[in-house]
C-alpha cells in the first residue's frame, strides 16, 4: 500500500487488511510447529498460473496451513529453464521469479515426515472443497487431514470445482462487510491472492530494472493494452487491433486518461458525473471530484463526441499506447497507424515475436513434429510488459484472458489506481462490450467450472 490509499482511497476496500491475512498465515511463529501444502503446480499460461497458485493459496489458507511452491518447479517447463533461473537465482519454482512466499521452508515442512516431496500424499481441489461450505465442514476436512503434516495438491486433474467459493475463511468477513458486488468476492480474493503471489524478487527486479528502457516519457498519458492472439482463439473470440486502438481513441477523447487534454474539461455533456461502487468495493469520485457513469451513458457521450467532430485532427500530439501481443502484425499494424495519427507506439521487443510458440494457434502448436520454442527471456518479457502495464494510467483488454485480469488485479492492489478507467471488451464477459467499471452488463469475470483441472 502507498500513501495515497490513506489520503485518497486509489486501492481496493479491504486490501491491506487482506494481504496481512495472507502475511500472517504464511510466516508463522515457529514452522516446526505448522502444517504444509505444496503445489502440484500448473502447465498452462502466465496469468492462468499465478490464478490457479492463487486457488492453491486459498485452500491452505482455509485449512491452517501453509503454502508453498513445488521445490522443483513442478509443471514449470522452460520458464525456470533458463539462465536467470539456472545461474543467478538457483532456484526451478516460481521462487526463481518471486519473493519467497513464506519464511518456512519445503525441509520444514518435510522434517519428521517426510524424506522427499516424492514421499507425501497427493490430493485434488476436490477433495479440499468442502472445507469452502461453512465453518462445520472446514472443520471436518481439517480434522480429516489431520495426520497429514504436509501434502501435495495437484490441480491438473480431479473432480469438478467451483473456483468461485475458493475464499479463505480469514478474508470472508473482510468481502461480506463490504459494498463488493457478491457476484465479485472470489474476484476480489483473487486479486490479492495475485498481489501476494506476483512480486518480483531482488535478482528479477535487477533484471526488469534493466531492461526498463521504453521512451514513455508520461505515464499519465499511457493507455495499455493486451492485443491476446495466439493460441488464445481456443478460449475466446479474437479481436483485430482496430478494435483496441479504437477503444483507446475513445477514452482519450472522452478524457478518461489524466495526460489527455479532456481529463479536467467541465463539459457536462461530454463528461456526466457520478459516484459509483465497482467490483472491488472501491467508491470513489473522480474528475473535479465526480465520475462519469459510462455503463449508462457511454454512448451518448460517443455520440455527442462525433458530433462535435475529430478532436485529435486540431492535437499536435495523442497519448501513447504501450501493446504487449504476441502476434508481430499487431505491432507493425500500430506503428503506421500511430504514424499517422500523431499517437506514440511503445512495446518491448526482447526477441523475435515470429519465431516463438506463443506466436502460433492451437493446433499450429499442436501438430505432430511441432517442437516448442521458448526465448531465454519470454516470461521476464510477460514480467516487463506486466510491470509496464501497471505503470500506465488506463486499459483496453479482454477479460476473457487471464493476463487482463492480472493487470486489472495489480492495478487496484500495489498499482494504487482502483480509480482508473478499464475497459473490456471481450464478448465472454461483457454483456454488451466494451464494459468500463462493472454496471450491469459484466456478466462474469472469467471464472468457470474446473473439470479435471482446465479452465
Given amino acids: 500500500m502507498n500513501q495515497l490509499d490513506y489520503e485518497h482511497g486509489e486501492t481496493a476496500y479491504g486490501a491491506e487488511a487482506a494481504l496481512e491475512a495472507i502475511w500472517k498465515n504464511q510466516n508463522p511463529e515457529d514452522c516446526s510447529k505448522a502444517k504444509y501444502i505444496v503445489s502440484g503446480g500448473w502447465p498452462y499460461g502466465f496469468g492462468s498460473r499465478i490464478h490457479t497458485e492463487g486457488e492453491v493459496l486459498a485452500a491452505a489458507m482455509n485449512l491452517n496451513r501453509i503454502y508453498l511452491p513445488h521445490p522443483t518447479g513442478d509443471n514449470i517447463f522452460w520458464e525456470t529453464n533458463v ?14 521469479f518471486y519473493e519467497k512466499f513464506s519464511k518456512c521452508s519445503v525441509q520444514d515442512a518435510l522434517a519428521g515426515f517426510a524424506p522427499t516431496v516424492d514421499h507425501i ?15 462445520a465442514n472446514r472443520q471436518k476436512v481439517i480434522d480429516y ?29 473482510i468481502i461480506e462487510c463490504s459494498p463488493i458486488r457478491k457476484d465479485a468476492h472470489h474476484y476480489f480474493w483473487r486479486a490479492m491472492s495475485a498481489s501476494f503471489i506476483a512480486r518480483p524478487n531482488l535478482p528479477t527486479r535487477y533484471l526488469l530494472s534493466s531492461l526498463h528502457t521504453l521512451p514513455i516519457h508520461d505515464f ?38 489524466p495526460g489527455s487534454n479532456k481529463y479536467l474539461k467541465s463539459d457536462a455533456e461530454l463528461r456526466p458525473n457520478h459516484t459509483s461502487s465497482d467490483r472491488y468495493g472501491k467508491t470513489s469520485s473522480r474528475h473535479n471530484e465526480a465520475r462519469t457513469s459510462l455503463h449508462r451513458n457511454f454512448t451518448e457521450a460517443l455520440l455527442e463526441l462525433r458530433r462535435q467532430g475529430d478532436y485529435s485532427q486540431n492535437m499536435p500530439t495523442n ?7 504476441e502476434d508481430p502484425a499487431v505491432l507493425a499494424e500500430a506503428d503506421a497507424w500511430g504514424k499517422a495519427n500523431n499517437w506514440h507506439i ?52 479482454t477479460m476473457a484472458s487471464n493476463s487482463c485480469r492480472l493487470i486489472d488485479e495489480l492495478r487496484v492492489t500495489v498499482g494504487g489506481k482502483a480509480n482508473r478507467f478499464y475497459a473490456d471488451l471481450s464478448g465472454e464477459t461483457c454483456d454488451d ?14 471464472e468457470r467450472r474446473k473439470l479435471r483441472g482446465r479452465f
Fill in 83 to 96: 539462465p536467470h533461473c539456472r545461474d543467478t537465482v538457483k532456484d526451478q519454482s516460481l521462487n526463481c
Fill in 121 to 135: 500424499h497427493t490430493y485434488y481441489m476436490s477433495d479440499l472443497k468442502n472445507s469452502f461450505i461453512d465453518e
Fill in 145 to 173: 487431514y489431520k495426520d497429514q503434516k504436509v501434502f501435495n495438491l495437484v490441480m491438473t486433474t480431479g473432480g469438478p470445482v467451483d473456483g468461485r467459493t475458493l475464499i479463505p475463511y480469514q478474508v470472508k468477513p
Fill in 220 to 257: 499519465r498519458s499511457c493507455i495499455s493494452m493486451f492485443v491476446r492472439h495466439g493460441d488464445k482463439g481456443i478460449e475466446m473470440k479474437l479481436l483485430e487491433f482496430s478494435r483496441y486502438r479504437e477503444m483507446a481513441e475513445d477514452m482519450w477523447n472522452l478524457g478518461l486518461v
Fill in 319 to 325: 497519448g501513447t499506447l504501450f501493446i504487449t501481443t
Fill in 346 to 397: 511503445t512495446y518491448t521487443n526482447l526477441f523475435d515475436r515470429a519465431a516463438q510458440t506463443a506466436y502460433k494457434t492451437w493446433d499450429e502448436q499442436h501438430k505432430r513434429g511441432t517442437r516448442a520454442v521458448h526465448d531465454n527471456l519470454e516470461y521476464i518479457s510477460m514480467l516487463l510488459n506486466l510491470q509496464y502495464s501497471v505503470q500506465s494510467e488506463a486499459w483496453v483488454c
Fill in 433 to 446: 462490450p466494451p464494459c468500463i467499471e462493472d454496471h450491469g452488463r459484466i456478466k462474469s469475470f472469467g
